[in-house]
Nanobody
Framework: QVQLVESGGGLVQPGGSLRLSCAASGFTLDYYAIGWFRQAPGKEREGVSC????????YYADSVKGRFTISRDNAKNTVYLQMNSLKPEDTAVYYCATAPIATLCRASYMDYWGKGTLVTVSS
């Protein structure tokens, strides 16, 4: 049974950092595409960053390039999202999601989802 459990969210001041973790079970992470998505109130869920299953290449949304870094620890079956220089507009529920194959970092391409972790950026 595929399961994803996110952690690491919280309240942080603008300019601060957080690291999100997504612990995966029921499948081998390095054979799947996996990514982070976020959804702010009143907005659609958007792809923040993904790792490809085919070659391990990474994708970042323009809004987070240079500030966020996705990484994967295959030994721990865990994926991380390091978020630096956080802005109020980064406030959202962050979800981890995965699929055997996902050619694009879009919510519609993902098959399994975690329950999410709330990130609030505010002074």
């Amino acid at each position: 049974q595929v399961q994803l459990v996110e952690s690491g969210g919280g309240l942080v001041q603008p300019g601060g950092s957080l690291r999100l973790s997504c612990a995966a079970s029921g499948f081998t992470l390095d054979y799947y595409a996996i990514g982070w998505f976020r959804q702010a109130p009143g907005k659609e869920r958007e792809g923040v960053s993904c790792i490809s299953s085919s070659d391990g290449s990474t994708y970042y949304a323009d809004s987070v390039k240079g500030r966020f870094t996705i990484s994967r620890d295959n030994a721990k079956n865990t994926v991380y999202l390091q978020m630096n220089s956080l802005k109020p507009e980064d406030t959202a529920v962050y979800y981890c999601a995965t699929a055997p194959i996902a050619t694009l970092c879009r919510a519609s391409y993902m098959d399994y989802w975690g329950k999410g972790t709330l990130v609030t950026v505010s002074s």
